[in-house]
């Protein structure tokens, strides 16, 4: 039997960028597909465009629904899915013409379906398209230890992702897997570690699969609270205790305990860079940090240097060490200014 893929698309006004991404489905060279779009209650162009689709493409489906968000959304679309595997496409990015196919291909020859089939995805300008960052994986099947995926710091941000992912519909269906409603930042994050919690098996890809396009920043800051610091702390202490449950409820953390103790690096490094390059109050930022040693039992000092993957996280690491919020706040404050003098440079040669 061929596999069936279920592409779901939850839509809301994105009617300049949505037939780009009606068209990376049709045009897929794997055939064996079906399209769901569904209309979070948009007020602009959006169903005169899905409705053209589907007279045009007998594998288009079309939904319209109240305005829910981008969650319920895409739990609507999973209700009315029916393929072997299921994946997710925002209406302003697109994929890869032959994603479906590499990624299936890839399994061609081993003896069962995977759980997981994981690809990498590339950063686009969101204006002139061309490609800012490559986000890729290690190519390599996985069948034990599977929570070890977020141990490696460049493989994390893959999965913290949605998408380049075809995810077993069996298991979203038997396990009630949904996206959480009432999250307005990173509920690909926490789908993905509600998923693995049930997963065996996963393939990884070491090519792109998707088109992320860069959004509006004013937009994205507005939508996801980027500048609220109390927001941003809980989001990144809800997601590092997800992580750790994930571990523990996988009995792989006794087993990995003390590189689970580093990823605690990257969550107090998710914090600073949200909040600092969204203009947040400096004494805010510095006030929540002091909390840092009172809320983990996490012993700082049995962390060493070396085992620490990314830049970013071993100098959070030194400015815990040296329990200077000051330190931290400063080193991240120059970071972002760096990377916004580098991204106007670039826009100015291109």
Known sequence: ??????????????????????LSCINQTYKNIEIILINDGSTDETGKICENAVRKEPRVKYYVKGNGGVSDARNFGIEHASGDYISFLDADDSLRKDAIENMLKEIEDIDFLPDLIV???????????KIIEKCLIEHKLITV???????????LLVYKSA????????????????????????????????FLEYTQSIVQINKYMYNYYEKNTLEKVKRYKMDDVENMWHLSEVLYNKR?????????????????D???????????????????????VTKKLEQIPFESD???????????????DKIVLLGILLKSKEFLYNCFKCKVWVGEKLKEYIANKS
Do not use: W
């Open 298 to 312: 996490i012993i700082f000092s049995n962390i060493k240097m070396d085992e620490v993957q990314n830049i970013q």
């Open 119 to 129: 690809g990498g995805y590339v950063k686009r300008d969101g204006k002139t398209g």
């Open 1 to 22: 039997m061929k596999i069936k893929v279920s592409i779901v698309i939850p839509i809301y006004n994105h009617a300049k960028t949505l037939k780009r991404a009606i």
């Open 163 to 194: 998408c380049a992912k075809l995810y077993k519909f069996n298991i979203i269906k038997e396990k009630g897997i949904r996206f959480e409603e009432d999250v307005t930042f990173g509920e690909d994050a926490f789908f993905n570690l509600k």
């Open 145 to 155: 230890d599977i929570p070890k995926v977020l141990l490696n710091d460049k493989q």
């Open 262 to 284: 580093i990823l605690y690096l990257e969550r107090i490094r998710f914090f600073l860079n949200m909040t600092i390059s969204n203009k947040a109050s400096r004494k805010e």
């Open 244 to 260: 750790v449950r994930l571990f523990k409820r996988t009995n792989c953390y006794e087993k990995y305990q003390h590189k689970v």
